[in-house]
Nanobody, 125 residues
């Protein structure tokens, strides 16, 4: 499986939480960069969280302190815990995998080779 696969999106009220999951790769030993992006209607796709080969996480300022990325190395599943959600978090959320292990938070979609189809997160007020 070259393409990551996301799940866990849905609709929640403001202040609520969701957990997104991404099967990043069939190879459980693959430690290439994995990142979560999101894209709201009419806006560019933005990188919001990433994890490198050493397990170091990096977050966009817009989600820092509210979202948390964790990686299950045994299964190579990357989770994104979304807390204190707000209507402006409404977007399609994508998981992506790069072909490198470090400098994962580049904010450039071109740095990521493999993309999932996305999972929708809708936050209502």
């Amino acid at each position: 499986q070259a393409q990551p696969m996301e799940s866990g999106g849905g609709s929640v009220r403001a202040g609520g939480s969701l957990t997104l999951s991404c099967i990043a790769s069939e190879d459980v030993n693959d430690r290439n960069c994995v990142a979560w992006f999101r894209q709201a209607p009419g806006k560019e796709r933005e990188e919001i969280a990433a994890v490198d080969a050493d397990g170091k996480n990096t977050y966009a300022e817009s989600v820092k302190g509210r979202f948390r990325l964790t990686r299950d190395n045994a299964k190579n599943i990357v989770y994104l815990q979304l807390d204190r959600l707000a209507p402006e978090d409404t977007a399609m959320y994508y998981c992506a995998r790069a072909e490198r292990k470090y400098a994962c938070f580049s904010e450039s979609v071109r740095d990521f080779t493999y993309w999932g189809l996305g999972t929708q997160v809708t936050v209502t007020s």
